[in-house]
């Protein structure tokens, strides 16, 4: 026991010095290539592996022969090891190279392309997250072209809404200002109407921009969703009468929901009053709500004729005005309870006041027309 421990200390006393050197190369070589840091960790266990089997043999005061069989099998094995660390090092760089040249189509057109070359498990690892983060990438580019695009579409439509109006505006007044006007009361009339069609506009672009901005301050409380669907109804009947459409209220549960219900109303008379503009006369616009699980779904269904299945994607989009089908003209100033300015912002803020209650807005197609529905969370029983 005595001498395999004299042993232990003279092996640990010669690789010790190895040992300290190699710490100190692999402090000076952290900045450079990893093949060049593998093959000094390969280079330091020879070393220390060298020197420790040194030292036990001049312990042990081996003959010359075998001290000569020790050095040969110590330098045959030094060359292997070397010429390992050496090929494992050209692997790794090659690997981190064909990697690095990958890197760079991140975020590209043509998305990641991952490399040829064979690759350990941490680089194949780091390619997988890079190519998760180049679809995330071009999603967000995707979103953010798509943002763009309609915030360019809603500046149009904007400032050929606002060029009609103050267009008629200026006409109407330099009228009555030359006093050629006939009925002066009627151009007075109309140029209120006018006035309170810029005034809606202007309010629904505020009310946007708050939603966008994270703004939206909401007060909530526990309100039955019959309570909710029938304020809705009584705000939009005027309108619906003036067009000849019917209203119906179809299997309205009374299931509670936890909602701010001046936004909620507002929602619905958006959803309505969109409804009965886009359906005919002598049309039906069917209000309904059940449960789904741990949800209260709400629905509007019009007798528009449907939306183009390209447009489904895009109907809540900020400033989407869809097919003439779904934009009918309107009388100058027409404004229902509830409604939209008539810019494409309507169904922009249903969407940014339900997704402010954690819900979800959507819309499909149904036989003769289509069906708007907003998703609520219920309220706890």
Known sequence: MKDLLLIALFAGLGAAGAGLLGWVAVRLLRRRSMALSLFCVAVVTVLAVTSGTFAVAQAMFLSGHDLGVVITVLGMASVVSLLTAALLGRQVVAGSRALTEAARTVGSDTGFTAPAHPLGLELAQLSQELAATSVRLAESRARAQALDASRRELIAWISHDLRTPLAGLRAMAEALEDGVAEHPEHYLKRIRAEVE????????????????????????????????????????????????????????????????????????????????????????????????????VLSVTDGCGGIPEQDLSRVFETGWRGSAARTPRRDPGERGEGGDSGAGLGLAIVRGIVEAHAGRARVHNVTGGCCFEIALPAAPG
């Open 197 to 296: 069609r810029l005034t809606g506009m202007v309010d629904d672009l505020f009310e946007l921009s708050r939603i966008q901005a994270g703004a939206l301050s909401l007060s909530l409380s526990r309100v039955s969703v019959y309570d909710l669907v029938d304020d809705a109804l009584a705000g939009a009947h005027p309108l619906a009468r003036q067009r000849g459409v019917r209203l119906e209220g179809r299997q309205v549960a009374a299931e509670p929901v936890e909602v701010d219900s001046r936004e909620i109303t507002r929602v619905l008379g958006n959803l309505l009053v969109n409804a009965i503009r886009s359906t005919p006369e002598d049309g039906v616009v069917a209000v309904s709500a059940r449960r789904e699980v741990d949800e209260v």
